[in-house]
């Protein structure tokens, strides 16, 4: 049965949106310039501009300032942006679907999505429609990888995916990663593949 992983990150398609995300959005920073968050002596998390010049997570201020120089630090020791943040992604989440939502950690959510694609039409199973869902995954599925009626649910999982996480980007300014999947491990996974 399809579970959607919906975690927030940093810049992701993680359902992700992690605090250097929303940090960046606050302050009105550029997207695309390296963002590190700091609390006393480590950085705790950054962006992934960041990441792509050897800034990593739980590293010491000095030395992602030696591996990057144009790193713009900012103070994260006030988590109320963070918890706000949460919270509107998750009312966001629940505006959305009926779904049951449960969160893990700070930045990830999981959604039992079973109820919800199992309502997809058995006519969903057309050749038209697998074929159209076939080319939609990244890279692409062939037939011989699925049955047609789960390659029509993970279909289903994945445009409610789609929408939740254009509906977060619409309410709160957050990009978000999502991955869907037969199993919570797989869909976490997923969310990772393609984030933004």
């Known amino acids: 049965e399809p579970h959607a992983a919906v975690r927030r990150e940093p810049s992701s398609s993680g359902l992700l949106a992690p605090p250097s995300e929303v940090k960046i959005r606050d302050l009105g920073l550029d ?5 590190a968050i700091k609390q006393k002596y480590i950085v705790v998390t950054c962006n992934y501009p960041a990441r792509a010049l050897g800034v990593t997570k739980l590293q010491r201020i000095t030395d992602a300032c030696k591996a990057c120089p144009e790193l713009v630090l900012v103070d994260g020791s006030d988590l109320r942006p963070f918890r706000e943040a949460n919270a ?4 966001s989440i629940r505006s959305c679907t009926l779904s049951p939502v449960q969160k893990l950690v700070f930045d990830e959510f999981f959604l039992d999505v079973t109820a919800e694609v199992a309502r997809v039409p058995s006519s969903s199973s057309s050749e038209d429609v697998i074929a159209a869902a ?3 995954f990244d890279p692409p599925l062939r037939a011989c990888d ?3 009626r789960d390659v029509a649910l993970l279909a289903a999982g994945d445009a409610l995916a789609k929408r939740i ?5 619409h ?3 957050l990009t978000c990663s999502a991955g869907v999947s037969y199993s919570k491990m797989l869909a976490k996974i997923a969310s ?3 984030k933004p």
């Open 31 to 35: 997207p695309t310039i390296p963002v």
């Open 88 to 91: 509107a992604v998750m009312q």
């Open 134 to 136: 076939l080319r939609n």
């Open 146 to 148: 699925a049955s047609r």
């Open 165 to 169: 996480r254009d509906t977060i980007f």
């Open 171 to 173: 309410d709160t300014g």
């Open 192 to 194: 990772g593949i393609r």
